[in-house]
């Protein structure tokens, strides 16, 4: 296959939702007739259908609330342990537009002392996007082997319009006993 900007298909690409307001779960909203005349796929002399190279979906205004989300059966993918602390990915249900996975980042610990300043980002290729929504707190308790563990749960959006591998850079930062801590790793979900 060449590595021109287009890619020989037999199916038309999904299309993208209209930007503007964010867009809720469950949400009614229609592509514009432009959004459609962009995703017919063009003939050209070889009698081939060329279709551009999918785009992801913009998810800078989708906004999915906690109560909303649905988890799949899926186990939990790890994405870091180190310190005492365990950052999991869970993958939902949720498909708020085509071609864009929701997952539930959780974040717990297992130090006799609290984490503080607990901060997670994440990176992707740029075939695909990510956008993190507000994470539930940013600190952790001690934990306590009596009573369940805290926990500091993010939801996270990646759009993956030509359905490959999920592969997320990650940064954590806390700060535990005093010492600021910041580190990467790499996580992919096959």
């Known amino acids: 296959m060449s590595t021109g900007t287009s890619v020989l298909v037999n199916q038309p690409p999904p ?9 809720m ?3 009614t909203a229609q592509p514009t007739t432009a959004e459609l005349i962009g995703a017919i796929p063009v003939h050209s002399k070889d009698g081939f259908c060329h279709v551009p190279v999918p785009q ?10 906690a109560s909303a989300i649905e ?5 939990a993918l790890p994405a870091y342990e ?3 602390l365990r950052v999991l990915f869970y993958l939902t249900k949720n498909v708020p537009v085509p071609g864009v996975e929701v997952y ?6 297992t130090n006799t002392s609290p984490i503080q300043n607990f901060v997670f980002q994440a990176a992707v290729p740029k075939s695909m996007r990510v956008k993190l929504q507000t994470a539930s707190g ?8 009596l009573s369940p563990p805290a926990s500091i749960s993010q939801i996270m959006l990646v759009a993956n319009p030509t359905i490959e591998n999920v592969r997320l850079r990650i940064k954590v930062d806390y700060v535990l006993n ?4 910041s580190d990467m790793g790499e996580v992919t979900k096959a």
């Open 82 to 84: 180190k310190n005492g």
């Open 15 to 23: 299309v993208a939702m209209p930007t503007g307001q964010p867009t």
């Open 56 to 65: 992801p979906a913009d998810i800078s205004n989708i906004l999915i609330p």
């Open 71 to 75: 988890m799949s059966q899926a186990p």
């Open 138 to 145: 940013s600190s952790l308790p001690p934990y306590n082997p």
């Open 25 to 27: 779960l469950g949400s």
């Open 104 to 109: 539930v980042m959780s974040a717990m610990s």
């Open 178 to 181: 005093g010492t600021p801590v």
